[in-house]
């Protein structure tokens, strides 16, 4: 787990992966599995992301003003969507029913899962209007890191790791696609 330089951190999402967003907040841990998150600025770097009003995930960033997106990979293909189909309210222990491990970065109180292959760390940039009528959230990305085996040097190098490292996309109904084989443009 290697730290990404914060002018570099757009590149952990432009890919289009799905992640999986994790909050704390006076105890309370949790991770959903999220289709719709994208960088959306590089200085300082923001991202944004969509979460339901009925996501107990929500409730925990709206509540300690921080979230992380992370990576997931092939390997997390069926914690990706367990997360992603369990909720907080209904599962009180969903986290260990779905296997997840967390970890902490020093400096940092917001939950990170263990395997991804990359975490970034935010902090709400308040736009109530939008959270509320469109359940978007705007995060300035404050810690990065990425798994070296599959991201570095500011790139990813999916062609390089295992097949298990590919990034996750959601399509529907629990079927995802893992990014492909890179095509390089001269």
């Not at 921080?66 to 309210?89: C, D, E, I, K």
Request: glycine residues 8%; aromatic residues 8%.
């Amino acid at each position: 787990m290697l730290p990404v330089e914060l002018e570099k951190a757009y590149r952990l999402l432009n890919h289009g992966p799905t992640v999986l967003v994790s909050a704390s907040h006076a105890g309370t841990d949790n991770v959903m599995a999220a289709a719709w998150a994208c960088a959306l600025d590089f200085d300082p770097p923001k991202v944004s992301v969509v979460l339901d009003k009925i996501a107990a995930t929500r409730r925990l960033v709206e509540e300690s003003g921080h979230f992380a997106l992370q990576v997931p990979n092939l390997a997390q293909l069926q914690l990706t969507q367990a997360v992603g189909s369990r909720s907080l309210a209904d599962t009180p222990d969903k986290l260990q029913q779905c296997g997840v491990e967390l970890l902490r970065m020093d400096g940092f109180d917001t939950p990170l899962v263990a395997g991804c292959s990359a975490w970034l760390v935010c902090k709400v940039i308040p736009e109530p209007h939008n959270q509320q009528t469109y359940d978007l959230f705007i995060g300035e990305v404050v810690g990065a890191w990425a798994d070296e085996r599959v991201f570095r040097d500011g790139h990813w190098r999916f062609e390089e790791a295992g097949p298990q490292w590919r990034s996750l996309h959601y399509i529907a109904g629990g079927h995802y696609y893992a990014i492909g084989d890179p095509a390089d443009a001269e």
